[in-house]
């Protein structure tokens, strides 16, 4: 299915690596005048140099204020891409509360925050768009030492419910997009710490982020414009069990 963007402005968070940079890339590929936001100045030059027509935005959405800030400057977004995210490995009882506070600022109150700011501005043109947010099949999966992840990505499936509902009249449609383990340079070599869960996968393999981008792109895209508050499973079906 070729999916077609032209004449969209796009955002994605967390756009300077893995599944990010692949998404933003796919985006403008689609034709769409792309804007992608990360925390790390390297990553962006390089993403520039490799796809000039894409615009850059160095914020740390721990900012709270700052990115407010920045992201009212870039105007009118039909399509958002809330995929920053951060993660920690902590057993409950030992989890500390600088590591719970991180994950959340970054995985949950920065989701809040960048879609405030884009949704009254899409209710203010009146011509509705589309907000993709990344959670986790840890949303619904429990596995050792996530607590504090799969809580955010519990949350963000809550919100997106939420938002679906409340930015529905006004034409805006929200999902998120679940994927299991997906194999990138940050997760090469941890294979071992999710065997249990690759076990459990009917398909018998982890995701590639080819995979994720083709989802994320057809909720953004017309050809599901009826499709909102939906949790997307990208998981090779290991959410049946």
């Not at 721990?62 to 995929?83: A, F």
Request: proline share 3%; net charge neutral.
């Amino acid at each position: 299915m070729e999916v077609k963007l032209n004449g969209k402005r796009a955002l994605v968070t967390g756009a300077g690596k893995g599944i990010g940079r692949g998404i933003v890339k796919r985006i403008a590929e689609c034709g769409a005048e792309t804007f992608a936001l990360s925390r790390t100045q390297q990553d962006l030059d390089s993403l520039k140099a490799e796809v000039p027509n894409i615009n850059i935005i160095n914020i740390d959405l721990q900012d709270w204020d700052k990115t407010r800030e920045e992201v009212s400057k870039i105007g009118h977004i039909d399509l958002l891409v809330n995929n920053a995210g951060v993660g920690c490995a902590f057993p409950f009882l030992d989890t500390p509360k600088e590591e719970i506070d991180r994950l959340y600022d970054v995985n949950v109150k920065a989701v809040f925050n960048v879609s405030q700011v884009i949704a009254k501005r899409m209710i203010e043109k009146g011509e509705g768009g589309s907000i993709v947010n990344i959670s986790s099949i840890l949303s619904r999966t429990a596995q050792p030492n996530t607590s504090a992840y799969s809580s955010t990505k519990g949350a963000i499936d809550n919100m997106t419910r939420c938002m679906a509902l409340e930015l529905g009249p006004h034409n805006i449609r929200v999902n998120s997009v679940n994927p299991t383990v997906v194999m990138t340079k940050m997760t090469e070599g941890h294979e071992h710490s999710v065997t249990n869960l690759l076990k459990r996968t009917p398909m018998g393999r982890f995701a590639d982020i080819k995979d994720v981008v083709n989802a994320v792109v057809f909720l953004l895209s017309d050809e599901s414009g009826m499709i909102s508050g939906e949790s997307l499973r990208v998981d090779g079906g290991l959410g049946v069990y």
